[in-house]
């Protein structure tokens, strides 16, 4: 019996210790979301006035490549990898969004608990305003943790839905430039032909 104690004591310290990394994290990750809605709002901003960052910056690059290609045959190939490599970091760009959805719930339950387990030791023992002060944490962190995750869900869905009218762009100016390319060896290998024959 005495080792069940001694475990029950040993899990209590460590759920007791993480309270402070539990609150430091919701701290944190309010600052987090603060950022991000910065960042949303002026991407929307941009977007209102017709804008959009991630698609010139894409043009940008598919220009650099156009103007600096060796060998045009190869180029299409080169257009085709730029695009996957711009999709994957403007999808890699939700992760940072999606994390706060999974890991604000979870910091908010565990801030919550933890408390919890403290303000009943506190009963146990009659310290009523130590139990207050631990049910005021337990209340605040769910909440903190769940208005975090709210925030998060909505800017991602909508962001989501810039993310993929800008995968449509950007696979537009794709062929834009494939079909450009295509008109451009096309005189080439006519005259190739015509040297051939």
Not at 16 to 44: D, K, Y
Not at 123 to 145: E, I, N, R, W, Y
């Amino acid at each position: 019996m005495n080792i069940l104690a001694g475990l029950e004591t040993y899990l209590y310290v460590i759920s007791s210790a993480m309270l402070f990394p539990v609150v430091t994290g919701l701290v944190l990750l309010t600052f987090w979301v603060m950022i991000f809605f910065g960042g949303f709002l002026r991407e929307f901003i941009d977007r209102r006035h017709g804008r959009l960052p991630a698609v010139q910056r894409y043009k940008d690059a598919i220009d650099r490549e156009f103007h600096s290609a060796k060998d045009i045959r190869s180029m299409d190939i080169t257009v085709e990898r730029l695009l996957q490599k711009t999709e994957l970091d403007v999808i890699k760009s939700l992760d940072r969004i999606r994390f706060v959805i999974r890991v604000g719930p979870a910091l908010g339950l565990m801030g919550t608990l933890i408390p919890m387990g403290i303000s009943l030791s506190a009963l146990a023992q009659g310290d009523m305003p130590k139990m207050a002060g631990s049910m005021v944490t337990a209340f605040t962190t769910v909440v903190v943790g769940l208005a975090c995750s709210v925030a998060a869900y909505i800017m991602s869905l909508i962001k989501e839905k810039w993310v993929r009218a800008d995968m449509r762009e950007m696979e537009y100016l794709t062929e834009l430039m494939l079909r450009e390319l295509d008109c451009r060896s096309l005189p080439e290998e006519e005259v190739d032909e015509d040297a051939v024959s």
